[in-house]
């Protein structure tokens, strides 16, 4: 009796547990895409080359995320994406994770004193 009751809610459980461990990794990686983001206008702010600022960013970026970097108006802003996550690795969710950190240059850099 109990083994019946046993093989019918198991593999609910493994599914339930699978779902909670992808949206675990899903907030990883939405948080390591605003640090990385924040990270990378540090850089930008302080002045660094282009370069050096996707480096950055992209170092604590989720894999396979894209860097984008804009000047204007004294402020720098760098924006982090990393696409369309995927449940379990396998079924596509209609979310994108990214996120973008803005920050005023240092007189250094070429921002306001």
Known sequence: ???AEL???LP???????VA??????????????????????????GDSTAAVHAVAARSAPSGSSVAATVGGGLVTVTVNAG??????????????????TAQLEAAAGGAP
């Open 1 to 3: 009796m109990v083994t």
């Open 7 to 9: 093989a019918v809610v």
């Open 12 to 18: 609910a459980l493994l599914l339930v547990l699978a």
């Open 21 to 46: 461990l992808s949206a675990l990794g899903l907030a990883v990686d939405q948080v390591r895409c605003v640090d990385s983001a924040a990270a990378g206008a540090r850089a930008a702010a302080r």
């Open 84 to 101: 369309r996550p995927r449940l379990g690795g396998l079924v596509p969710l209609p979310l994108r994770l990214g996120a973008s950190a």
